[in-house]
């Protein structure tokens, strides 16, 4: 019944719907506290207002101190002036002392403030401000109902407050959880009920090479297409997050390409969120960069294979041999029993180097490399493993001996190069199928005080892309002669090791069809004090 009311009643509710409009409309605190007490300053026929809160949003003081947030009838320079006013408890405001301070205040902005109204803002029964109405009147003090109807402005203000303290801890809490998502070592992408990326950590950035602001809004699929073995995107045809009925905490494992082309091996775990009848809502991933775990399992599974496979070969051959010697229907040519066993020997000693090999891959994994570091000739060395080789090539290979005569003596651990050396010669005669001639030598690098040595073939050389690939852990070359040699892919992978520990680097010059050279450097013996090497 509009008309029935007085005006200023129909004003007044008029008033506290803009209020209540503002408030649901906009989460700006101080625009609406500006339009409450702007409102309650001319319902009150005052001439002048103040909104003050108190800051401790814990409260943990029992009186925290409070700060002005919206005026009316009062410049910004006058406002420090009423901090005083704010300091004395609210029910003192009537009492003379109080005046008092009003009057001082007046007297110093020039405001006319003769009388003051205030009231507490509540938000949960807590005080968290408070609403002050000044009147240049003194003759008509404020009444009963105008202190029930600055009460409705107090709660409405208190409203806006308490709406604003809420959104600014979600806001808070968000950016908390923003920060701990963007922070995350782990990739963490969370997506949409429409399979979207909604949300694309650094991480993750990392791990897929795309960019967040173009993974944002496309599907998971796309970004992040984890293959199986086969090639076929898991995402795709196999998302674990559609699985009827659902997982509970459902994995996806897989190859992933990014954009920069780096294969990883990834592990993507997923939470996901369902309404009460089941429909999927969304979810988040937590994407692990697994390579490592998956190689060296990759690894475990090829040492397995290849000790089965190369340490089975020399024992089913002497074992062979053995058993046929003990054949009493078999009568044995002197000869023939000297051959049989000279393969033994070969197979026992081929049999020794492997485990021997195996053994150094796993002290070199637990422990590195100790050397027993002396001086000694290189070409030395080079010549009587070349005469070891040359007794059992016969006339397939020739070797050349090709060190100059200004190279010094070399420290470095004998035994050990002496097994590099090996290794590249018999690689050398290994992978060159046609015969040839093999080559080694070497000569000086004074600037670095190192020597620099070199075995040489004319075989089938190597690949530019397998070049770095063949000096990792028991990697072969997949070709025709990776089925007819035999070889469990150390003899590099131990050498560089060697070498290295050495502080000398190892690496190979090749071209297809034409034969490798491996170079290595070593560190020369140091020179005496009379200037002479030794
Ligand atoms: P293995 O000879 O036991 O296979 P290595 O570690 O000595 O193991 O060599 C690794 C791979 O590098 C070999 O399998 C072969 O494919 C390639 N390789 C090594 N030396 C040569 C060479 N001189 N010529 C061509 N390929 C070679």
């Known amino acids: 019944m509009a ?59 029992p009186t925290p101190p409070q700060q002005i947030y919206a005026a ?39 405001l006319p403030l003769r009388q003051v109204i205030a009231l507490p803002l509540t938000v949960a029964a807590a005080p968290v401000g408070t609403i ?25 203000a208190a409203i806006a407050v308490s709406n604003a303290r809420l959104y600014q801890s979600v806001l808070r809490e968000k950016q908390r959880l923003d920060a701990m998502i963007e922070q995350s070592a ?18 993750m950035e990392q791990l897929t090479g795309w960019n967040r602001t173009e993974a944002i809004g496309r599907p998971c699929a796309e970004v992040l297409g984890v293959r199986d073995a086969q090639g076929a995107n898991i995402c795709l045809v196999d998302c674990p997050l559609q699985r009827r009925p659902p ?47 998956k190689r060296d399992e990759q690894l475990q599974n090829t040492f397995i294979s290849v000790i089965s496979h190369e340490l089975k070969t020399p024992v089913s051959i002497i074992k062979g041999y053995a058993s046929t010697f ?65 007794a059992q090539t016969q006339d397939r290979f020739t070797f050349e001996l090709r060190f100059t005569d200004d190279l010094p003596p070399v420290h470095a651990d004998y035994e050990r190069i002496r097994m590099v050396l090996t290794n590249l010669i018999s690689n050398a005669i290994k992978y060159s199928p ?61 050498s560089r090791a060697i070498i290295e520990a050495h502080g000398g680097k190892i690496y190979v010059e090749s071209q297809v069809g034409r034969g490798s050279r491996f170079i290595f450097t070593l560190p020369l013996a140091r020179r005496q004090i009379t200037g002479e090497t030794v």
């Not at 007044?12 to 409309?25: D, F, N, P, V």
């Not at 003990?326 to 393969?343: C, N, Y």
């Not at 000693?349 to 000739?377: N, T």
């Open 247 to 293: 997982l509970n905490n459902p994995i996806v494992e897989g190859w992933l390409t990014s954009r920069d082309g780096r294969e990883r091996y990834i592990q993507s775990r997923y939470a996901a969120q369902r309404s009460s009848t089941g429909a999927f809502l969304g979810a988040i991933a937590n994407v692990r960069d697994i390579t490592e775990q």
């Open 186 to 203: 782990d990739g963490v992408m969370i997506i949409d009920a429409r399979w979207r990326i909604t949300t694309f950590n650094k991480a």
């Open 132 to 156: 002050y109405v000044f009147r240049a009147a003194l003759n008509v003090s404020f009444n009963v109902d105008e202190a029930r109807l600055l009460q409705a402005f107090a709660d409405q």
């Open 434 to 494: 046609h015969g040839g001639r093999i080559r080694i030598g070497g000569h000086p690098l004074p600037e670095l005080n190192q020597a620099l040595g070199y075995v040489a073939d004319q075989g089938e050389g190597i690949p530019p892309e397998e070049q770095e690939r063949i000096f990792e852990r028991f990697y072969r070359i997949d070709n025709r002669l990776r089925r007819t040699t035999q070889g469990a892919g150390l003899g590099l992978y131990l």
């Open 326 to 390: 003990q054949r009493e229907d078999a009568a044995w040519t002197l000869a023939a029993m000297r051959e049989g066993f000279r393969v033994i020997e070969a197979e026992a000693d081929r049999l020794a180097r492997q485990i021997q090999d195996l053994l150094d891959v796993s002290r070199l994994q637990a422990s590195g490399m100790r050397l027993e570091l002396s001086d000694w000739s290189l070409p030395e060395l080079a010549a009587s493993v070349v005469q070891a080789f040359a």
């Open 3 to 61: 008309m029935e009311l007085p005006d200023q009643r129909l004003r007044q509710r008029e008033y506290l719907l803009k209020i209540s409009r503002a408030i649901t409309a906009q989460l700006d605190l101080t625009s609406v506290l500006d339009l409450v007490i702007t409102v309650a300053v001319e319902m009150l026929a005052g001439n002048a207002g103040l909104i003050a809160l108190s800051d401790d949003e814990l409260g943990t003081e």
């Open 72 to 110: 009316a009838g009062i410049p910004s320079a006058a406002l420090p002036a009423f901090r005083r006013l704010l300091a004395l408890p609210i029910e003192t405001l009537g009492k003379p002392n109080a005046s008092a301070v009003l009057r001082e205040i007046a007297g110093e902005t020039g």
